[in-house]
């Protein structure tokens, strides 16, 4: 029986979580009286916590000390997990659990490949953890995508070559990681965005069984 490996991005591919990113920083702003929009969070999808500051501060022209930088680091953090610890089931992207439980079925290795640090926490709020036979997120990396790091550790923890590997992303960085990694890159969102993508799909619901087969088959 043929074996790839499917690895999943977390963050707009399994839940989204993004609103919760932009009401954490949209308090903090409000801290610095810095007006902070949805546009503008869209900037910020897949930058570090450092960065993010730097571009929050640079939009609204304000200068801090280290100090208070690395203080509101923390309280964005601590805000951000405070909304993610009441995240439940219902919280699921659309046919995410579908695709999962199919690939399940067909004893294919299933990864997460996640930037975020606190991916482990999310599965487990949303009670998917045991889906998958290895967890990569950002607490196991050095490099951030477009580097490749995050989704080679993910093969090699499930024992699978690079190229029999398939990646679930939803950002452009994560396509291109997918891509110099030498997988195959499914992009969840839209083709303008996503173009570098092998395969574009709105979302799982686009996906059908026999489009998964093909894929586990080939």
């Known amino acids: 029986m043929n074996k790839k490996g499917f690895i999943f991005d977390l963050d707009g591919v399994i839940v989204d979580t993004a609103k919760y990113h932009f009401l954490a920083w949209k308090k903090l702003a409000k801290r610095l009286d810095i007006d902070f929009t949805e546009e503008e969070n869209e900037q910020l999808k897949g930058v570090s916590r450092v960065k993010s500051l730097e571009k929050i501060l640079a939009w609204g022209n304000k200068t801090i000390s280290q100090e208070q930088f690395t203080a509101l680091m923390t309280s964005k953090n601590t805000d951000y997990l405070s909304y993610i610890s009441e995240m439940h089931e219902n919280e699921i992207l659309p046919d995410v659990q579908r695709i999962l439980d199919m690939l399940i079925a067909k004893k294919q290795p299933i990864s997460l490949g996640s930037a975020s640090k606190n991916a482990r926490t999310i599965l487990d709020r949303v009670n998917l ?90």
């Not at 196991?140 to 190229?163: G, H, N, R, T």
């Not at 395969?199 to 619901?205: E, P, R």
Request: hydrophobic share 45%; aromatic share 8%; charged share 20%.
């Open 129 to 218: 953890r045991s889906h998958f036979n290895a967890i990569v997120d950002g607490n196991d990396v050095s490099k951030a995508k477009p580097d490749p790091e995050v989704f080679l550790i993910a093969a090699k923890q499930l024992f699978i070559k690079p190229e029999n590997c398939i990646v679930f992303e939803d950002s452009v960085a994560g396509v291109q990681a997918a891509n110099a990694a030498n997988m195959i890159s499914i992009g969840i969102g839209s083709k303008t965005v996503l173009g570098e993508a092998n395969y574009v799909f709105k979302d799982f619901t686009e996906i059908s069984d026999e489009f998964l087969k093909t894929l586990i088959n080939n």
